[in-house]
């Protein structure tokens, strides 16, 4: 009896849990990117970042000059100097930013003037090499990349890409519709429940179908990501229908080829982010109804207890943090 009870307990202690903290906004906060144990980035509504530098101790959130109007929907950090932004919307409300020296000025590098494009997310292989990807335009996928830091921006050519299906794009709800892994390999979860994927560093892309449904315009892939060059999970759903626990998470074993539905037990309701914690051997997803965790590589999942959050970072020593609705923020343990 006493053996069954310390096990339990130990069980207990050592079981995922989310710790809050406090952000100092109330903003709806849909980017997230770890760097380190002490550095982490946040973004969100009214044009608002915020930047932790001792674990989260304390946060410090202000708002980019000149985009008091805009929904920063991705961040992706560096080191607690160097950051970027990407802000969602129709033509020249998509936009990218980067700050070189922690946050004190943003340069505006990018300004989409296509009318038609909708920026969702970006993602980089290093401070220098980084790719963002928009909804389709009159039957292709726009993608940019930048080669120097963000300095230029440059579309793929449209024969290097598939043809896009009907109204085909990808969901700006957590930063994270697009991963990166190794020097090259590159990701892209679509509405249209695909799976775009390029070897060459985002030179030339094929597009894979996967078993997650679609249909509505509120469901599909929501996120995508890898562990290493084969092995990845998306995950996703309905996000008008934020409970509902159906066929919301796919794997593959040969870095996106092919796709496997996971059978269950499933992320308990509709998933707007999903990462792995390096060195860990865990995964976990996040929503706005909850979030859970899985320990077999995606193949079925548990809940982890508190609020929900909309979009989740890993840094590579394996500390993250999650940020949600009003504000909310907090660090995995």
Request: aromatic share 10%; net charge neutral; with cysteine.
């Amino acid at each position: 009896m006493l053996c069954i009870s310390l096990c339990v307990g130990v069980a207990q202690r050592s079981a995922p849990q989310w710790l809050p903290q406090s952000s100092g906004t109330t903003a709806r906060l849909r980017g997230v990117s770890a760097v380190s144990a002490t550095v982490a980035w946040a973004s969100g509504s009214d044009g608002v970042y915020l930047k932790t530098t001792d674990g989260g101790a304390n946060w410090r959130a202000a708002t980019v000059p000149g985009a008091e109007t805009l929904d920063f929907r991705d961040v992706e950090a560096f080191d607690a100097d160097t950051a970027y932004l990407l802000s969602i919307g129709e033509g020249e409300r998509s936009r990218i930013y980067k700050t070189t020296d922690g946050g004190e000025h943003w340069r505006l590098q990018f300004t989409n003037h296509n009318p038609k494009a909708f920026f969702d997310a970006l993602a980089f292989w290093d401070a220098d090499r980084g790719v963002a990807v928009s909804d389709s335009v009159d039957g292709r996928f726009v993608i940019i990349r930048t080669m120097d830091g963000g300095a230029s921006w440059n579309e793929n050519p449209p024969d290097k890409l598939p043809p896009a299906l009907a109204g085909e794009g990808s969901f700006a709800a957590s930063g994270t519709c697009i991963g990166v892994q190794g020097r090259n390999n590159v990701w892209i979860a679509t509405t249209a429940s695909r799976a775009l994927r390029s070897t060459d560093g985002g030179d030339t892309w094929q597009a894979a179908t996967t078993p997650i449904p679609s249909g509505p315009s509120s469901a599909g892939i929501f996120s995508i990501a890898f562990k290493d060059a084969r092995n990845g999970v998306i995950v996703g759903g309905d996000y008008k229908k934020e409970a509902e626990a159906r066929d919301n998470v796919a794997t593959t074993s040969d870095g996106g080829r092919t796709w496997k539905l996971v059978k269950g037990p499933l992320p308990a309701g509709f998933r707007s982010a999903v990462a792995y914690a390096p060195g860990a051997s865990i995964l976990v997803t996040v929503g706005p109804s909850g979030s859970d965790y899985s320990l077999d590589g995606g193949a079925s999942w548990a809940p982890i207890g508190g609020a929900g959050y909309h979009a989740i970072s890993f840094a590579r020593s394996g500390d993250g943090w999650a940020v949600g609705e009003g504000g909310r923020i907090a660090k995995f343990r």
